[in-house]
């Protein structure tokens, strides 16, 4: 595979307090692509001494960077969202190389620069109240930035979630120290340069490299960092949440797994379910937390909805991430292709009816192989997988795969569709699809889920609605009028007033 820029021109060193350094002891890791197993860089690896130096120079920015007017800080931002829009090519190739995402399907740059021109602005709504309710005082509360933060940001989309940890951090008032995945670095290092040619203040913004251990873990359990805010699988955020709870109780945002379930009634436009679930389950190729990996559909229009869905979820077009015809790219990397192999064999083993690509895929071989169509591509490719009438027990019904692998399932009534859709530890995204408008509103509040559409499924997302989860599927809420709240505290100051 040609690369398509001169990737030893891509910056591979953490960046921290305002410059590009390698790791204290030189440590690297090599990270490849999914599709060709090619080197694409290496990258150096984040110690528990770089992790302290970017905590430390984010603790040391604070003062300066939390007393600035918010149109102050709102210009920095707005400059970062022009240079982001600008480098929507070059991001789009670095996750297409270390993670496998199909540029076609690349919308992440402009949706992100979107994303820092809001809060460009947001940081005048950081306003507190006043109260005249008790005689002889006028008391009121301030809000104020919590200090400094830590992110930790997962693989799938780290340009979209770089911009919505980063963005309302920075608006409140705080610094930021942020570790990218060590699966798609390229991206978040990318961006650090980006925030560096805005002239963000030294310290404010710092990007690490690495694994969870250290770096990750250090940030969680770290005494000057005040917020903790992490993306990524269930496991991991109970680590995280832990070692909050141990340091110094810091305050804790998590976005975990889903295992997101659409009700298709007798009533719904089967054309449309069919195409928007479809649609659901095709980015980034299955490993997105609101895929709708759960499909339930009422049984006198479950064999239109399975036929309808199963041509359109087939025709893809596996192959380079980098070609725009590609539709489905490889799985991010061996670990998740073997994960999503065993639980195709779960699937077997629980006795459902496979109806499409259900079988357990051969290690890719470690030499190239191209042909026509989708055939003879090396990579680690899944191919669109259904399973029918498979228990709810079975284990790939009850985890999240995180893999083109979907499960319809039947149901007779409305009580029994909710049921099933609640039977789960995970509630991020649910959807119903229904032309009955109070059949909507009923099962919208029935569903335990921190966001249902209503004739719509993900990834459609209201920017200005409040994104999280219910139960396992995390803690808090982002998005715009709700992100800045995270990253601000509230002091009740009580002002006695002398009568005269």
């Known amino acids: 595979m040609g690369l398509p820029l001169a990737i030893n021109e891509v910056e591979n060193r953490l960046y921290i307090n305002g410059e590009f350094v390698p790791s204290s002891d030189g440590k690297t890791f090599t990270v490849k692509s999914p599709y060709s197993y090619e080197a694409v860089a290496t990258v150096y690896e984040a110690t528990e001494n770089d992790t302290n130096r970017a905590v430390a120079a984010a603790k040391a920015a604070f003062p300066a960077w939390s007393a600035l007017d918010p149109h102050e800080r709102g210009a920095y931002l707005s400059r970062l969202a022009t240079l982001v829009r600008d480098s929507h090519t070059e991001l789009a190739t670095l996750d297409a190389l270390c993670m496998g995402r199909p540029v076609s399907s690349y919308f992440d740059a402009h949706y992100s620069a979107n994303i820092y021109d809001h809060y460009a602005q947001a940081g005048f709504d950081a306003k507190g109240q006043t109260s ?282 409305e009580a029994e569709a909710v049921q099933k859709a609640n039977d789960t530890e995970f509630g991020l995204y649910a959807s119903v699809y229904t032309r009955d408008l109070d059949r909507a509103m009923r099962v919208a509040r029935a569903l335990e889920s921190g966001t249902v559409g209503i004739n719509c499924t993900s990834p459609t997302i209201a920017g200005d609605m409040p994104f999280g989860g219910y139960k396992g599927s995390g803690i808090g809420r982002e998005g715009f009028g709700y992100s800045l709240d995270n990253y601000l505290e509230t002091k009740s100051v009580l002002l006695r007033v002398r009568d005269e």
Not at 133 to 148: A, D, E, S, W, Y
Not at 373 to 383: C, H, L
Not at 387 to 404: K, L, N, Q, W, Y
């Open 132 to 413: 005249l309710n008790t005689k002889g005082h006028m008391n009121f509360t301030l809000r104020q930035p919590i200090g400094v933060v830590g992110a930790i940001i997962p693989w799938n989309v780290p340009v979209v979630l770089f911009a919505h940890k980063v963005a309302p951090a920075l608006a409140a008032g705080c610094t930021i120290v942020l570790k990218s995945s060590e699966k798609a670095p390229l991206s978040s290092l990318k961006l650090a340069s980006l925030i560096h040619a805005a002239g963000f203040p030294p310290g404010t913004v710092n990007v690490l490299s690495g694994f969870g251990n250290p770096s990750g873990s250090m940030l969680s359990s770290h005494m000057d960092v005040r917020l903790i805010n992490f993306t990524g699988s269930v496991a991991t955020g109970r680590h995280v949440s832990a070692a909050a709870a141990r340091s110094n109780l810091k305050k804790v945002i998590l976005e975990l797994g889903g295992k997101s379930p659409a009700l298709i009634f007798e009533d719904a436009d089967i054309e449309q379910a069919s195409t928007e679930t479809v649609m659901s389950m095709r980015l980034l190729s299955g490993q997105a937390c609101i895929a709708n990996s759960r499909i339930y559909v009422q049984k006198s229009v479950a064999p239109a909805f399975l036929a309808a869905f199963r041509a359109k979820f087939e025709d893809v077009k596996c192959g380079d991430p980098l070609d725009p015809a590609t539709t489905q790219g490889p799985q991010a990397d061996g670990i998740q292709f073997e994960r999503i192999n065993h639980y195709i064999a779960l699937g077997n083993e629980a006795m459902g009816k496979t109806d499409a690509g259900a079988k357990q895929q051969q290690p890719p071989s470690t030499t190239n192989s191209r042909g026509n169509g989708n055939s003879k591509i090396s990579g680690f490719f899944i191919p669109p997988t259904i399973f029918t009438s498979v228990p709810e027990s079975a284990p790939s019904m009850r985890d999240e795969i995180f893999g083109p692998v979907v499960h319809i399932n039947t149901f007779a009534t």
